[in-house]
């Protein structure tokens, strides 16, 4: 992490999408369908396909991650995989110490595949926990156990060198002794991280739908921060920081492709709904594929790309974005770095305000946000920014 005043070099990222799902988790707004079989060498040519146009696009660049997202990964085989790194390193110059992040569920039908993905050189596992209480697992729509859970963590840390797994909380009903107990036994079985969300209800999803008919209620919004700062201190008394507001990590052990996208850096994505932020020739590009599986496919294969808009980002909007993604990280953000994506400086007159409310800390150059900023980021970043 950088010291006060540094600036950390935000690296490039290749994000790979895998759309499809055995189910459809009923919180989830991710780009995922349900699908029973897959050819799976179509999917790696048009995958390798998309990504020699993103090569077009970028030039020569060093990748320093790469991470298969989804949808459900590990629903990919192993030859699928080996397949699109292989398509990587063709195209672009892979760095030596490269992380290769792969998103899994931890059915004991996917964790089979752990050393096939560890061969195709997947170095890094994130696997898709979300509870360790059957019948919470059970509410959140998981098609696994808890023991699958526990059994899939210990054959990942077997596999692979670098280990993560996510944690839904704040979910209806759960008191802070509950998720204490939940969170303590956790971080007994996790490696150097931890991703830890609280659940949030988003548009379009089944939770949405049965949570505007009463079916349940979420924690109130002080009951939720409680949850919030119980964690952290958990996490801390483990070893593990919040170097972001959702993940908590040894030194060291931070996720370094979530680390280009938290930095502003840039990002080629292929695969249907993937999104990419890139630099060229001066100017900042946000591209965006197809959503549906079926459509992105065609398109790949009649004009070697399923991109359906590459969109110039303006100063104003670059500098948001920078500031939002930047504001998330414990290290927080370069100021002049802030004033070269936006074209302005940012008002001292507010950043002294908020520091006085005891909502940011000013750092020489850099500017972050306190534990209690970053409870309340989206206000925060709306009294910074907006005029």
Same mark, same amino acid.
């Given at each position: 992490?950088?010291?006060?005043?540094?600036?950390?070099?935000?690296?490039?990222?290749?994000?790979?999408?895998?759309?499809?799902?055995?189910?459809?988790?009923?919180?989830?707004?991710?780009?995922?369908?349900?699908?029973?079989?897959?050819?799976?060498?179509?999917?790696?040519?048009?995958?390798?396909?998309?990504?020699?146009?993103?090569?077009?696009?970028?030039?020569?660049?060093?990748?320093?991650?790469?991470?298969?997202?989804?949808?459900?990964?590990?629903?990919?085989?192993?030859?699928?995989?080996?397949?699109?790194?292989?398509?990587?390193?063709?195209?672009?110059?892979?760095?030596?110490?490269?992380?290769?992040?792969?998103?899994?569920?931890?059915?004991?039908?996917?964790?089979?595949?752990?050393?096939?993905?560890?061969?195709?050189?997947?170095?890094?596992?994130?696997?898709?926990?979300?509870?360790?209480?059957?019948?919470?697992?059970?509410?959140?729509?998981?098609?696994?156990?808890?023991?699958?859970?526990?059994?899939?963590?210990?054959?990942?840390?077997?596999?692979?060198?670098?280990?993560?797994?996510?944690?839904?909380?704040?979910?209806?009903?759960?008191?802070?002794?509950?998720?204490?107990?939940?969170?303590?036994?956790?971080?007994?079985?996790?490696?150097?991280?931890?991703?830890?969300?609280?659940?949030?209800?988003?548009?379009?999803?089944?939770?949405?739908?049965?949570?505007?008919?009463?079916?349940?209620?979420?924690?109130?919004?002080?009951?939720?921060?409680?949850?919030?700062?119980?964690?952290?201190?958990?996490?801390?008394?483990?070893?593990?920081?919040?170097?972001?507001?959702?993940?908590?990590?040894?030194?060291?052990?931070?996720?370094?492709?979530?680390?280009?996208?938290?930095?502003?850096?840039?990002?080629?994505?292929?695969?249907?709904?993937?999104?990419?932020? *890139?630099?060229? !020739? @001066? =100017?900042?590009? %946000? +591209?965006?594929?197809? $959503?549906?599986?079926?459509?992105? #496919?065609? &398109?790949?294969?009649?004009?070697?790309?399923?991109?359906?808009?590459?969109?110039?980002?303006?100063?104003?909007?670059?500098?948001?974005?920078?500031?939002?993604?930047?504001?998330?990280?414990?290290?927080?953000?370069?100021?002049?770095?802030?004033?070269?994506?936006?074209?302005?400086?940012?008002?001292?007159?507010?950043?002294?305000?908020?520091?006085?409310?005891?909502?940011? *800390?000013?750092? !020489? @150059? =850099?500017?972050? %946000? +306190?534990?209690?900023? $970053?409870?309340?980021?989206?206000? #925060?970043? &709306?009294?910074?920014?907006?005029?």
């Amino acid at each position: 992490m950088p010291a006060s005043g540094a600036e950390a070099e935000p690296g490039f990222g290749v994000y790979v999408h895998w759309p499809f799902c055995l189910s459809k988790c009923p919180y989830c707004d991710f780009n995922s369908h349900v699908a029973a079989n897959v050819d799976q060498r179509q999917w790696a040519a048009a995958l390798a396909r998309e990504l020699a146009h993103m090569r077009a696009l970028t030039g020569p660049r060093e990748v320093a991650s790469v991470f298969f997202g989804g949808g459900t990964p590990s629903l990919m085989e192993a030859a699928t995989v080996e397949a699109v790194m292989e398509r990587i390193a063709a195209l672009w110059t892979v760095s030596g110490d490269v992380e290769v992040t792969l998103e899994a569920n931890p059915t004991s039908v996917e964790a089979g595949r752990f050393r096939g993905y560890r061969r195709a050189g997947v170095n890094r596992l994130s696997l898709g926990v979300q509870s360790l209480d059957d019948r919470e697992l059970k509410f959140l729509g998981r098609l696994h156990s808890a023991d699958e859970a526990l059994h899939a963590i210990a054959l990942a840390r077997e596999t692979f060198p670098r280990l993560s797994f996510d944690l839904i909380y704040a979910r209806p009903g759960q008191t802070a002794d509950a998720w204490a107990r939940e969170l303590r036994l956790a971080l007994a079985h996790a490696v150097d991280h931890l991703s830890l969300y609280q659940l949030t209800i988003e548009e379009g999803t089944a939770f949405a739908r049965l949570y505007e008919k009463g079916a349940f209620r979420l924690p109130e919004e002080e009951d939720a921060a409680a949850l919030y700062r119980l964690t952290g201190e958990i996490c801390a008394e483990a070893g593990l920081s919040a170097y972001e507001v959702s993940n908590y990590a040894r030194p060291g052990a931070e996720c370094r492709h979530n680390l280009v996208y938290w930095r502003y850096g840039d990002y080629a994505g292929a695969g249907p709904g993937a999104h990419g932020r *890139l630099t060229l !020739g @001066g =100017r900042r590009v %946000a +591209t965006r594929a197809l $959503r549906a599986p079926g459509a992105w #496919l065609a &398109a790949v294969e009649e004009r070697g790309h399923g991109l359906e808009a590459e969109d110039e980002i303006g100063r104003e909007e670059q500098g948001e974005e920078f500031m939002l993604m930047g504001l998330r990280l414990q290290e927080g953000v370069s100021l002049a770095r802030f004033e070269r994506h936006a074209g302005h400086a940012l008002d001292e007159g507010r950043i002294a305000r908020l520091v006085e409310e005891g909502l940011l *800390l000013r750092e !020489g @150059g =850099r500017i972050r %946000a +306190t534990d209690e900023g $970053r409870l309340v980021l989206d206000p #925060l970043l &709306a009294r910074l920014l907006v005029a």
